[in-house]
């Protein structure tokens, strides 16, 4: 039997691990579940899957989550250092996927317990990486990457034979506004980008598959995961979501992982690894698929991949700033503050107007992160007026 925990369990991607948790209650044993205000989600899950521990994140629904759990044996508890202090309880597993920067601090403490962490939650590592893959090492952590292109890199990716890589290349869906001209885009509304054509996500990255800025966060998680250069990740888009990415190698092979856009089939990689399990996903139809698309993307419509490519060649502390930035302008445009393009406006002006010092400590990452996001909603609040 595998312990297992999962940081953020009420989320999309919480979710679709506790579908797979259920479906093999022999298999895994559930030391603690966290959310943020989701009481219901959380009491209901542990329950479910019979969890020792269910913490939130928001201490003012102690008690509620307290009452909900009454005579269950199951332990609660509540507040931010609850969740950090959950995400060190040693299982043998833990699914990170908490989102945003706010996910770091817990998977660090996970990292540094030395056990198998399925990251999901890739903007720890766009704002921590050298940081983070560097405890990775040092505490003899095993990464796991859930995200599907990272996953299907993880796959791909012969690493006895990383000298014969050529490139590495990510596949993007293009998200909802794909084919929508420049000035259509400055009028999409929240509830447009939300609406993604392949996958069922939550709000915040369904937002940055809109932008593209997701594809950017993930050339930044890519370039800490595998031994690649910058220069060595490209990306394309593929509308149709079935082939997840690719490695393309020195003697003109190229290996991609196809599959349904069904984020149950990179997580129960991740479960069952190094061996495989069955999911309950939908098998492909290539015939009834008939054809895959590929095209470049571009960079003029969708300028935030444009300014994570500059985040990602100049280093230094720009990933983080770059991801507070676009955390702030991300939450102002779903609260219908400000349009979809002024969301690379933000981040760049932020990114532009701070020369931050070289982060080498999470504590570091921690005060830039911060003070970027007092800068993005500086930023907000002029273009909100
Ligand atoms: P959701 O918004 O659906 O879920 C987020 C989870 O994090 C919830 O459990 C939420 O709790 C919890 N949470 C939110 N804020 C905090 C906080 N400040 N402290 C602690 N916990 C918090 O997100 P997704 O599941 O879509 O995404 C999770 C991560 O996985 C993101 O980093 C995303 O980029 C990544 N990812 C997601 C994919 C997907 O298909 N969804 C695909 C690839 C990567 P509560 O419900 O109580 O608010
Ligand atoms: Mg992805």
Not at 281 to 309: G, H, M, N, T, Y
Request: net charge negative; glycine share 6%; hydrophobic share 50%.
């Amino acid at each position: 039997m595998k312990s297992l925990s999962i940081l953020g369990a009420t989320g999309s991607i919480g979710q679709s691990t506790l579908d797979l948790v259920r479906r093999q209650p022999d298999a895994f044993s559930v030391e603690v579940l966290t959310a943020q205000a989701n009481v219901d989600g959380l009491a209901q899950a542990a329950k479910d899957v019979r969890a020792k521990h269910a913490v939130i994140g928001d201490e003012s629904h102690y008690a509620a989550l307290k009452a909900a759990l009454a005579g269950t044996g199951i332990e609660v508890s509540a507040g931010r250092a609850a969740v950090i202090d959950a995400a060190a309880c040693g299982a043998d597993w833990t699914m990170a996927s908490i989102v945003g920067c706010a996910g770091l601090e817990p998977v660090m403490a996970a990292i540094k317990r030395g056990g198998t962490i399925a990251l999901a939650n890739k903007e720890a590592l766009v704002s921590a990486g050298d940081v983070l893959m560097a405890a990775v090492r040092d505490h003899g952590a095993t990464l796991l990457p859930v995200d599907s292109e990272h996953n299907a890199i993880f796959q791909c990716f012969e690493r006895q034979n990383a000298a014969q890589v050529r490139r590495v290349i990510l596949t993007a869906s293009g998200g909802p506004f794909r084919q929508l001209s420049a000035d259509l885009l400055g009028k999409v509304t929240p509830e447009q980008a939300v609406k993604h054509p392949n996958w069922s996500m939550g709000a915040k990255i369904s937002v940055d598959s809109a932008s593209l800025m997701n594809k950017g966060l993930e050339l930044i998680e890519a370039y800490h995961l595998f031994p690649v250069t910058v220069d060595q990740l490209d990306v394309i888009v593929h509308a149709q979501s079935v082939i997840h990415s690719m490695v393309e190698y020195q003697d003109g092979s190229v290996l991609a992982q196809l599959g349904s856009p069904d984020m149950r089939t990179p997580i129960s990689y991740c479960l069952a690894w190094p061996e495989r399990m069955s999911a309950p996903v939908e098998r492909l139809d290539l015939a009834k698929i008939a054809q895959l698309s590929f095209e470049e993307p571009d960079l003029v419509r969708f300028p935030c991949l444009r300014l994570a490519k500059d985040a990602l060649a100049q280093g230094r502390g720009a990933p983080a700033i770059l991801n507070a930035a676009n955390e702030i302008a991300v939450a102002a445009f779903l609260d219908k503050r400000i349009g979809f393009m002024d969301i690379p406006s933000v981040v760049e002006s932020v990114l532009a107007g701070y020369d931050a010092p070289v982060p080498a400590t999470i504590a570091d990452i921690l005060a830039l992160d911060s003070e970027a996001r007092r800068r993005a909603a500086q930023q907000v609040e002029a273009v909100a007026a």
